[in-house]
């Protein structure tokens, strides 16, 4: 069943994210409102991927998971972005999510304890227990067999310090994809987006991450600007938030009324 061109039939054959990412660039956005009904529905109009923002938004555990459910429900991966490194990373995971990204990395170190605590033994220390990845337990030896090669684990380089050390990152096993937060990097520099400092930094970013072999993400203002990075070899590219879209969405509308006649 379909309205217009959006799909309405559920797919229950979700392709690691992973696997997809090695394969072809993806896109999706941030969600920020706290609703599974906003995933189904950025997910019934085109996202591929959809990054819960447990960094910034009022989200707790029981709504990711439900997130998580709603997204494979429709056919769309759910990343979770965690506040940091810590509890959160193997809990975002416990939920089925696809994979986990985390804000603000800055060292080697940094990266290696993120690989630690999301790729179990002998590739990193990840504990397993009887949570909605395991099918509550009901799953445990197929998820455990499976999940370092299906689980995308992406770390963010988003500051002076992560740029600086961004050699040292990217060579880090266990790290799939490095992602660029353009908007924190730039603060982090003192510049503003689109700068020639900003620009360089970027770039320094995207060619030293796929010369170590890696993915490469980007949050990006919109299609073009997304159809320009995938272009240059970025595979995960995340277009504005929920928010933003229903904003634009919105103010258009309003605006184009009232400069209308009314009647």
């Known amino acids: 069943m379909s309205y217009g061109s959006v799909s309405l039939t559920p797919d229950s054959a979700l392709r690691p994210l992973r696997s997809t990412i090695g394969e072809k660039a993806v896109v999706g956005t941030f969600q920020i409102i706290a ?5 189904e529905v950025l997910a019934a109009t085109g996202a591929e991927v959809i990054v819960a923002d447990a960094e910034h938004a009022a989200f707790d555990l029981p709504i990711l998971e439900q997130f998580v459910r709603a997204g494979q429900y429709r056919g769309a991966s759910v990343v979770i972005r965690v506040p940091w490194i810590g509890s959160d990373l193997s809990r975002a995971l416990d939920t089925g999510a696809a994979g ?25 220390a990840r504990g397993i227990g009887p949570a909605r990845a395991t099918t509550y337990g009901l799953d445990m030896p197929s998820y455990r067999a499976n999940a370092n090669d299906d689980l995308l684990v992406v770390a963010m380089i988003e500051t002076q310090a992560g740029l600086e050390a961004v050699d040292e990152i990217v060579a880090v096993e266990g790290i799939d994809l490095i992602m660029v937060g353009p908007a924190d990097l730039a603060s982090s520099l003192g510049t503003t987006v689109g700068s020639s400092e900003h620009t360089d930094a970027v770039t320094r970013i995207i060619e030293t991450a796929l010369a170590a072999g890696r993915q490469v993400g980007i949050h990006c203002a919109n299609a073009a600007d997304a159809a320009s990075y995938r272009d240059r070899g970025v595979r995960l590219l995340l277009i504005g938030t929920d928010v933003a879209f229903l904003a634009e969405t919105a103010s258009t509308q309003f605006a184009e009324f009232s400069d209308g006649d009314r009647g």
């Open 35 to 39: 609703s599974p009904t906003v995933t």
């Open 100 to 124: 986990v990204i985390v804000p603000r990395v800055e060292t080697a170190a940094q990266a290696e304890e993120i690989v630690r605590a999301t790729r179990f033994p002998p590739v990193g």
